[in-house]
C-alpha cells in the first residue's frame, strides 16, 4: 500500500500566517485595553468621585446666590480695595471686579515668566509690585513686603497669599467696607490654613474663600 504523502507549507506561508495571528491578536489586546482603561477605569473613577468627593471632582467651584464666582483652587486678580488681592500673575492682568462669572478674565489663563533671577525685567517687576502694593495698602516705610506678593507663582494662578501678606491688606479693606480692624483680623484668623496634613508647607489664606467671607459678613 503506498503511503500518502502530504504537500509541505512553504516557509513565506508560514510567515503570512504568523503575521495575521500577530495583528488579529494585536487588535483584541486594543480592543480590550481600550475598554478596560479607556472606558471602564475612567467611568469608575468618575462614580467614586462623584460619590466621595462631589465637590472637589466638580473643580472646587463656589457659589453666591446659585452663581458660580470661582474656585477655590484658582487665583482670580483684582483691583477692588475692599478685597483681599492675591499673588500677582505674569499672564493675568489686574481686574476692576473681583467676581465677573461667565466672564473668561474671572479665572484667566495659567503660564509663567520663565525671567532668570539675574533679569533686570524681573527686578524691575519685583520693584514695582513693591511699591504698587505700598502705595495701595498705605504701608509705613519700615513695612517689610512678604516675597509672594512680589513675586509672580509659576502658575500664575496661585489661590492662596501668606498669613503675612494677609495682615498687610486688612487695614485697607477694614477702611474700604467702613468696618473695624479686629473684625476684619478675625476672619484672616479663621481662613489660614496650617500645613497640609500638618506636616508639608506653610500656613496660607485663600484669598477667595476670605473674599466671599468678608461679603458674608457684611
Do not use: C, W
Not at 466621595?52 to 477655590?72: D, R
Not at 467696607?177 to 508639608?200: C, H, I, M, Y
Amino acid at each position: 500500500m503506498a503511503q500518502q504523502i502530504l504537500p509541505l507549507e512553504t516557509p513565506q506561508h508560514s510567515a503570512d500566517v504568523s503575521i495575521v495571528q500577530q495583528f488579529v491578536m494585536a487588535l483584541r489586546m486594543l480592543l480590550v485595553l481600550t475598554l478596560i482603561l479607556g472606558v471602564l477605569y475612567p467611568l469608575a473613577l468618575t462614580i467614586f468621585g462623584q460619590l466621595v468627593f462631589p465637590a472637589q471632582a466638580n473643580g472646587s467651584l463656589e457659589t453666591v446666590n446659585n452663581v458660580i464666582v470661582g474656585s477655590s483652587l484658582i487665583g482670580q486678580m483684582n483691583s477692588d480695595p475692599r478685597y483681599f488681592q492675591g499673588r500677582p500673575s505674569a499672564v493675568n492682568a489686574m481686574d476692576d471686579s473681583y467676581f465677573k462669572s461667565g466672564d473668561d478674565k474671572s479665572l484667566g489663563s495659567s503660564g509663567a515668566s520663565n525671567l532668570s533671577p539675574a533679569s533686570a525685567a524681573l527686578q524691575t517687576a519685583v520693584q514695582q509690585r513693591e511699591t504698587d502694593f505700598r502705595a495701595f495698602n498705605k504701608l509705613p516705610a519700615d513695612a517689610v513686603v512678604p516675597p509672594d506678593m512680589l513675586f509672580a507663582s509659576s502658575s500664575g494662578l496661585d489661590p492662596h497669599i501668606s498669613p503675612q501678606a494677609a495682615a498687610l491688606q486688612v487695614a485697607r479693606v477694614a477702611e474700604a467696607r467702613g468696618v473695624s480692624v479686629d473684625n476684619v483680623q478675625a476672619l484672616v484668623s479663621t481662613a489660614t490654613e496650617g500645613p497640609q496634613f500638618g506636616l508639608f508647607g506653610q500656613p496660607r489664606v485663600n484669598v477667595l474663600e476670605l473674599n466671599l467671607a468678608l461679603d458674608r459678613a457684611s
